[in-house]
């Protein structure tokens, strides 16, 4: 197979209605390799997982455009056991039938020799092996034409307008515009075929004032690139650099917080890790925040069915969110990258008015505990409960006496990162490209960026008011959590809304811009 | 383990991307194409069971330049057509940016250059059998074990890369990096929260072969770091007093903290604004502004290197430069970024002053060949004092104040110009003696004021290594660096304490 980069028109356009040209395997495709694959390996392997991404992405710099980026990513990976029977996961990047003969002769030499009564024959119908017989998978929309339409023609459309009004503003600027495809595939002998596909599409935009102490950011994801308004999304980094430049000093402090949905955003992306229940109950009193830390050594529970955040709000993944969905299957093992891939995953409500309804599961042990399984809610909705009313940005303005509003963090990490301890959910960043003062209700002046120290399952607790979600933007996020493919690109879609926040932690004055 | 396509294929690949970037009428074009091994290794947290990684990869990235505009294309199809297919797309993606409105910009000067080369390694660690891979981690962890409380945790990467480059220049260069990661921490306290952690001595990540990992001193070494470890572990504890005080940083904590807040704050792309929406920029902008000055202790002595057996050792950089060994920082004062060809033209007026050639140093980086060059470190030395004091003749200076050792992860501002971290290891000195380990202490500098608070550098024997993984988006791409560092006395360091629950 031939993966080509295709040529990229981006001064033209191209007419709606063109054939789009597909960059990433198709089902039938992805599903020829994997059972080639599977008959060459051993017998004593399962499975076989094929992840093909393809991204076109332009790099705005100092009000030009700097670089393009365009590409193919193939990840084929198979579970063997080499040496005297050490477990490996093998991967490589190649599609045709020799070299992956070839990969696989290689790694067979090292691996123990099977005698024919070693031979593993899994009984499709044992419970040990239930996990790879075939399923059901709830239907998902994750792929857009549009979006794999605009791999060829998005950037010549809305480069050159994100440039020219960041010049008419006065103000120099950099963006990120980024449109990419994604085919997974999670084939077993034994009848379990997962495949998924999916675009998405982001466009971020910083821009900063001429006296260099202005800064404003941007973005707007959507896997429907139809969504995107890249002109919106460069106003509104425009407006909030203008309304940002010279800022003042502020005295740190435990402060009335009002969070834009992107710095909402940050904080629960780093929470999605706790809902593994493995985490809450493993090795160590203090493990996670869902640890339940009242009872005696040896009773360890975790707080499911507890009341965690506020009440008024929820956690749901589901794989048919409008605003983002993912693949309706596992695409790891709970936190695990070993183990059953493909398994369905469906819908689940992690946080119910504010108590923890449910924990993430690998797959056997759920069936063992006969609850759902479910995999880590990496793409998650935060919202509130039906009938609980929400605000805007604006009414939450004008509702707030004194208090400080973040538009975004710049890199946040974990503080109570010692060895296994995780208890608290302690983190650290610091605010960027938007913050402002609120006095009286309305916003007052731009100030300093703070340096914050807080935990979300904390300051979830402390909501004053809550507006209506929407997926976010990350833009570049340096520090991906542990358990996500941090190359992933599309990214787990997160959707949430802006926040009120009583006395948010801000312990120091940063001197960043 | 096989490599998936021969040096003289992927030289006849990369040769077929510059001919098809140079019929496109480019005004220069390189590629880098690039088999990749893989091997990793690591023992459970808890026993001795082994898992293995083992990743084969062929990518390929072809960058051209037109009309001032970079266009980069990449693949994994190992075949002529792609490639080609590759450049011709990466041109007229260029081209069709650059009429919107780009400035030609020259590239710094760099000879045309053919050739090869690789390390001198005693054992490649691609030969040696998994069991035996497995074998070797799970002696040093019965070793560590041996030790009451004791443990250690054995994680070892090895990369492998047969990798080309050839420009529209006439450049053709073969390569074969090996790095051997080698994350081994002597553990006391066996994991739990208040559980220490040590790296092993002289047990450096490098451009070397299985024999960094062999040999009989390794063993009494992984002994005395463990029961170093333990020791450290029944050290008595308090809660810390949130204040400013005098400071001893081990070279781990060191090097950690300058590669965080000052080596990155170098990096060239930082500086001109190319990842302001993306990782950030730099408190070390512009750069007018900052060459020459002093920005820490006339001791401080800091420079970069890609030779011999130095961790991001090759002979020539991801854009045919030839590394060289170049400063930092002299005397406490600014003498270089990290650059491309691309950017140290940017630093013209400086390199006039200078005397010097307008160049690179060899300092571009693509970690993969599907990623285009950076300038960014690869390894860097921070010099010790000669004859300079070890770590405990360090403490005795300290009246009151505190120590720091392996403080792990530092998070930065995104002009680096701050950054806060929770030591694991905080100790509490008075009257130049440890007292105490303090527990739920906070770290926080701001780097101005902490390179200025540099008083005085370790010797020789407090060096130590610190493993940094740089990253950089959108798209994403990441790449380790190493850092070795002395110990230091600082002056003064913010202490706070771990926010409560509330």
Sequence with gaps: ?513 | MPEILPADTLRALALAGIDAAKQRDVSYADIRVGNTRELRMALDPWGYAPQGWLSLEYAYGVRVKVGGVWGFAFGVSPNVDAVAQAARSAVETARGVARLGARPTELAPAPVVQGAWEPVVAVDPFDISPDDHAKLLGAYRHQARRVLGGDIEPWTEWQRETRVFASSDGSLITQRPLRGIVNMRAVGGHLSRRGTRLPIPGLFSSSAGFELLTGAPIQERVKEATEEAARLVNCPVGEVDVGRYEAVLDGLTFGDMISVLLLQALEMDRVLGYEADGVGTSFLAPTSEFLGQQICDPSVNIAAHRSASSFGAMKWDDEGVATQSFPLVTNGRVQNYFMTRDSAPALAEWAAKQGTPITSYGSAVACAPTVSPTGMASEVHVSPAAQGPTLDELVKQVHNGVVVRNMGRLTADAQLSGGMAYPAMLFEVKKGQITRRLLNGMVQVGTKSFLKSIAQLGGGRTMQQYLFESRRGESFARAFSSTYAPAVLLKQLDVMRLAKAT
């Design chain 1, 1 to 513: 197979m031939t993966i080509m980069s295709l040529p990229v028109s981006l001064g033209g356009g191209t007419s709606p209605d063109a054939p789009v040209t597909r960059r990433v395997m198709a089902r039938d495709r992805a599903i020829t390799v994997g059972r080639m694959l599977l008959s060459l390996v051993r017998p004593d392997i399962v499975g076989i997982h094929i992840e093909h991404t393809s991204r076109a992405v332009a790099k705005v710099a100092n009000g030009r455009l700097r670089s393009t980026d365009d590409g193919d990513r193939v990840n084929i990976s198979f579970e063997s056991v080499l040496g005297s029977g050490i477990k490996f996961s093998v991967d490589t990047n190649q599609l045709d039938e020799a070299t992956l003969s070839h990969i696989v002769t290689q790694v067979e030499s090292m691996s123990p020799k099977l005698a024919v009564d070693e031979i593993v024959t899994v009984e499709p119908n044992d419970m040990e092996n239930f996990t790879y017989n075939a399923r059901e998978h709830q239907p998902v929309a994750l792929w857009h034409e549009s979006t794999a339409r605009g791999m060829e023609t998005a950037r010549g459309d809305a480069i050159p307008k994100i440039i020219d009004r960041i010049k008419s503003a006065g103000l120099s600027g950099a963006a990120t515009v980024g449109l990419s495809e994604r085919a997974v595939l999670h084939l077993y002998r034994y009848g379990l075929v997962a495949f998924g596909e999916e675009t998405d599409s982001e466009v971020t935009v910083t821009a900063r004032t001429p006296s260099n102490t202005g800064s404003g950011w941007a973005g707007q994801g959507a896997r429907d690139w139809n969504a995107i308004d890249p002109l919106a999304v460069t106003d509104r980094a425009i407006a909030i650099a203008k309304q940002s430049d010279r800022p003042v000093a502020l005295e740190p402090g435990r402060r009335t917080a009002i969070l834009g949905p992107a710095a909402v955003a940050q904080l629960v992306r780093r929470t999605i890790r706790y809902f593994d229940q493995e985490t809450a109950y493993r090795h160590g009193p203090t493990w996670s925040p869902f640890t339940n830390l009242t009872t005696k050594r040896g009773e360890r529970q975790t707080l499911l069915g507890q009341r965690v955040f506020d009440h008024r709000l929820m956690f749901i993944a589901d794989p048919t969110d409008p605003l983002g969905g993912f693949p309706p299957f596992y695409e790891s093992n709970g936190l695990e990258l070993w183990g059953v891939r493909g398994y369905p995953n469906p819908a689940m409500t992690f946080i119910e008015r504010g108590v923890l309804a449910h924990f993430a599961n690998k797959v056997g042990n759920a069936v063992a505990n006969e609850v759902t399984p479910c995999d880590i809610p990496r793409s998650v909705r935060v919202a509130t409960a039906p009938g609980e009313a929400t605000a805007t940005i604006d009414e939450m303005i004008a509702n707030c006496k004194d208090g400080v509003y973040v538009n975004r963090f710049s890199d946040i990490d974990f503080l109570d990162d010692s060895m296994e301890a995780q208890n608290s959910g302690m983190m650290t960043g610091v605010t960027r490209d938007g913050c402002f003062s609120i006095r009286n209700g309305k916003i007052e002046k731009p100030i300093k960026n703070f340096r914050f120290m807080e935990s979300p399952f904390y300051a979830f607790n402390r909501i004053e008011m809550i507006g209506t979600p929407e997926r976010v933007a990350f833009g570049y996020n340096s520090r991906p959590t542990e358990y996500e493919d941090f190359i992933r690109w599309p990214r787990f879609p997160i959707i949430v809304p802006p926040m009120m926040i009583r006395d948010f932690n801000f312990v120091a004055l940063a001197d960043a811009v």
